[in-house]
């Protein structure tokens, strides 16, 4: 193993995630995007800080919440783009602090994921709207420089007061008008030296890479997607055309179903699967996200096999959310010579896969070890498993684990139509 896949261990094992997106914003309820989209000037905004008053043991209750949905870690918006930090900062008056509810809400936070065994990830938006220098840099040449200063400073006050943190997601490297590209970005915040700081502080760190430099992880939003560079962390609202803060008149949830085949689709990829809450602006999870975080911890539970740790498997069966997929039920991961096949749609009483090349030595349901009868040879390289029951064992997706006799493989087909002659 070498020094990336040993840091990489954990996020393997973990799967899943719980984003937070945390601030002022929650208090509008129209999205961590309000002062910038409605152009509010920046004494208004900051008027917004003197109404938060999240409730004491807030952050207990979105730690309680991450554990019982199964997430094995947190992500919490330190600092969004608006500038104002939920942490105690040397170089800011704009934090949660000094300003509002006079609490260091990232260490209490931290303190609580520790507690629950879950681990611990940082939100950090390079951009400060505050800055005019962040929008015109060439304009406001010392504005600019203090931005960048106040970045690295930040990133340095995360990296060494709150203990062990074990991921950083950098956010809102860009330039305001989109014109540049990453290799732009990471000179504009000299992100390479930045991160050195970072993993000195944070040796064992996972960082991701949206200062514009590579580094451990790739983060696809509202898509599950394999990274092209390195391991990937799909990260998604719960609702759809939602902000990722509270957004207090949500139009439309997505179901615990296709959360859930999202969550898988990111385990086939070899990926994790970061999802979203807006907690309200008194800190509370909506019941509607809440509910779904339970529909997806109880899953888990019985099924989580299938998911931590579980990696790509080269079998047929992938079926991304929100398309057709006229292939099977769903897709499979994999563990060792085990194969999970992660039945979105029920077959009844009888499965059949194809181009299955590697002898199949038992099949069970995952979730109560009930075993089935099952037919393959090599020669015609189809599994069918029978006596399965009618109706579907589990209302949001049903797991048979497939014990192969080595890492299963995916056969040939040379002659496509040889299968019509039986
Ligand atoms: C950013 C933020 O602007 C947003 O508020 C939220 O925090 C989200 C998690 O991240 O939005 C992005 C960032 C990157 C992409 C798209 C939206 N991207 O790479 O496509």
Redesign the pocket.
């Known amino acids: 193993m070498n020094e990336y896949e040993n840091r990489l261990k954990w996020f393997h094992e973990a799967r899943f995630g719980l984003y937070i997106?945390f601030g002022l914003y929650s208090i509008p309820g129209r999205g961590?995007?309000t002062m910038y989209s409605e152009r509010i000037p920046a004494p208004e905004y900051a008027r917004l800080a003197d109404q938060f008053r999240p409730e004491p043991g807030c952050a207990k209750e979105w730690i309680s919440a991450a554990a019982a949905a199964g997430a094995k870690y947190v992500v919490l918006?330190t600092r969004?783009?608006d500038g104002y930090c939920l942490f105690d900062s040397q170089c800011s008056d704009f934090t949660s602090v000094k300003r509002g509810p006079g609490r260091d809400l990232v260490r209490e936070y931290a303190e609580a994921a520790r507690a629950a065994g879950l681990r611990v990830g940082f939100?950090y938006s390079l951009l400060d709207w505050r800055f005019p220098g962040y929008f015109e840099p060439e304009k406001y040449p010392e504005s600019r420089e203090a931005l960048i200063a106040q970045a690295h400073d930040q990133v340095r006050e995360l990296m060494t007061n709150y203990g062990k943190i074990d991921l950083l997601e950098y956010?809102?490297g860009w330039d305001s008008r989109l014109r540049t590209g990453r290799p732009q970005w990471a000179e504009f915040w000299r992100s390479a030296e930045l991160n050195a700081m970072v993993r000195k502080l944070q040796p064992g760190i996972l960082i991701n890479d949206?200062s514009g430099t590579d580094e451990d992880l790739e983060?696809p939003?509202q898509e599950v997607r394999p990274g092209s560079r390195g391991v990937s962390e799909s990260?998604m609202c719960i609702g759809d055309s939602c902000a990722?803060g509270y957004t207090r008149f949500n139009p439309n949830w997505k179901t615990a179903e296709q959360l859930l085949q999202h969550l898988i689709q990111a385990a086939q990829g070899g990926g994790n699967f970061l999802l979203n809450v807006g907690p309200d602006p008194a800190g509370r999870i909506r019941s509607e996200e809440l509910d779904r975080l339970a529909a997806l911890g109880g899953w888990l539970r019985e099924n989580g096999e299938a998911v931590y740790n579980a990696f790509p498997c080269s079998l047929i069966g992938s079926a991304k959310p929100g398309t057709v997929d006229l292939n099977l039920q769903g897709p499979w991961t994999r563990k060792g010579s085990c194969g999970y096949w992660c039945m979105f749609r029920w077959p009844g009483v009888e499965a059949v896969a194809v181009r299955i090349k590697t002898p199949v030595k038992r099949v069970t349901l995952l979730k109560t070890g009930e075993e089935f009868p099952f037919e393959w040879d090599a020669r015609t390289q189809r599994l069918k498993i029978r006596g399965l029951p009618v109706f579907p064992p589990d209302a949001l997706c049903s797991v048979l684990k497939v014990e192969f006799e080595g890492v299963p493989e995916l056969g040939t087909e040379e002659d496509l139509s040889r299968w019509l002659a039986g």
């Open positions: 997106h961590e995007w918006t969004h783009h939100y956010d809102g949206r983060t939003e990260c990722w």
